[in-house]
């Protein structure tokens, strides 16, 4: 049973910083693509980031310079880590595995960016 669990989010002040992580059981992510989304409240969830299993990655423009997603094989984890928060990067941030018989979602991180 694949299952991906987030982490790390939490309350922060604009301009801090937070890391989140991913991690996947049930199978090895290794060989395969995953992605962060988010979901701001009254909107429709959106893309934020992608780490291929080479190691490519590409980001949002909102927050290219600012994110950095990651991944270690060794503990089968994704991370995003975010820098320069904004209010507007408050939403509930989710990971996502294009793995066989998925895409597999994650239940979420709150993530919070306010004074």
């Known amino acids: 049973q694949v299952q991906l669990v987030e982490s790390g989010g939490g309350l922060v002040q604009p301009g801090g910083s937070l890391r989140l992580s991913c991690a996947a059981s049930?199978?090895?992510?290794?060989?395969?693509?995953m992605g962060w989304y988010r979901q701001a409240p009254g909107k429709q969830r959106e893309w934020v980031a992608q780490?291929?299993?080479?190691?490519?990655?590409n980001y949002q423009d909102s927050v290219n310079g600012r994110f950095t997603i990651s991944r270690d094989n060794t503990k089968n984890t994704v991370y995003l880590q975010m820098k320069s928060l904004k209010p507007e990067d408050t939403a509930v941030y989710y990971c996502k595995g294009i793995l066989p018989g998925g895409p597999y979602w994650g239940q979420g991180t709150q993530v919070t960016v306010s004074s």
């Open positions: 780490i291929t299993s080479g190691g490519y990655t």
């Open positions: 049930g199978i090895s992510i290794s060989i395969y693509a």
